[in-house]
C-alpha cells in the first residue's frame, strides 16, 4: 500500500524488484469518494510463488504476476520477505517536500496480521 499526500484518495498497491523499482515498479490505484486517512481501512495483500493480489476492505484492486517485469527482470516473490511500515517523505515519488508540506506527520496503525494458508 502506498499513499501520497497529494493525492488523498488514491492507494496504490506496488511491487518493487530488480530491474522494475522505485519509478519503474509495477502498481495499479484504487480510487475512494473520501481521503484514505479519514478513517480506518483494512488493506490486504495475498501473495502467493506466482501472483501478488492487493485488497482494500476485503475488495481486491490489483493482481500481479511475472508477464508484465521488462525483459530479463526476475519474479522475487518466491522467497521469504518481510514488512515494513514507513512514513516516508521525499524522492522521485512523489517528489522533494515544499511549501505546501505539512508536518509532523504519523501513521496510525490498529493492528497487523500475517497468516500462512494452509
Same mark, same amino acid.
Given at each position: 500500500?502506498?499513499?501520497?499526500?497529494?493525492?488523498?484518495?488514491?492507494?496504490?498497491?506496488?511491487?518493487?524488484?530488480?530491474?522494475?523499482?522505485?519509478?519503474?515498479?509495477?502498481?495499479?490505484a484504487r480510487t475512494l469518494q473520501e481521503p484514505f486517512a479519514d478513517r480506518f481501512h483494512v488493506y490486504?495483500?495475498?501473495?502467493?510463488?506466482?501472483?501478488?493480489? =492487493? =485488497?482494500?476492505?476485503?475488495?481486491?484492486?490489483?493482481?500481479?504476476?511475472?508477464?508484465? %517485469?521488462?525483459?530479463?527482470?526476475?519474479?522475487? =516473490?518466491?522467497?521469504?520477505?518481510? %514488512? %515494513? %511500515?514507513?512514513?516516508?517523505?521525499?524522492?522521485?515519488?512523489?517528489?522533494?517536500?515544499?511549501?505546501?508540506?505539512?508536518?509532523?506527520?504519523?501513521?496510525?496503525?490498529?493492528?497487523?496480521?500475517?497468516?500462512?494458508?494452509?
Open positions: 500500500m502506498e499513499n501520497i499526500g497529494k493525492e488523498p484518495s488514491i492507494v496504490h498497491g506496488t511491487v518493487h524488484g530488480p530491474g522494475y523499482s522505485a519509478s519503474k515498479g509495477i502498481s495499479a490486504g495483500v495475498e501473495w502467493s510463488a506466482d501472483a501478488i493480489e =492487493f =485488497f482494500i476492505d476485503g475488495k481486491r484492486y490489483a493482481r500481479v504476476t511475472h508477464a508484465p %517485469l521488462p525483459g530479463g527482470a526476475a519474479w522475487v =516473490f518466491d522467497k521469504p520477505f518481510f %514488512l %515494513l %511500515l514507513n512514513v516516508a517523505i521525499g524522492g522521485d515519488w512523489p517528489g522533494n517536500p515544499d511549501a505546501s508540506t505539512r508536518f509532523p506527520q504519523a501513521m496510525v496503525v490498529d493492528w497487523v496480521r500475517v497468516w500462512r494458508h494452509g
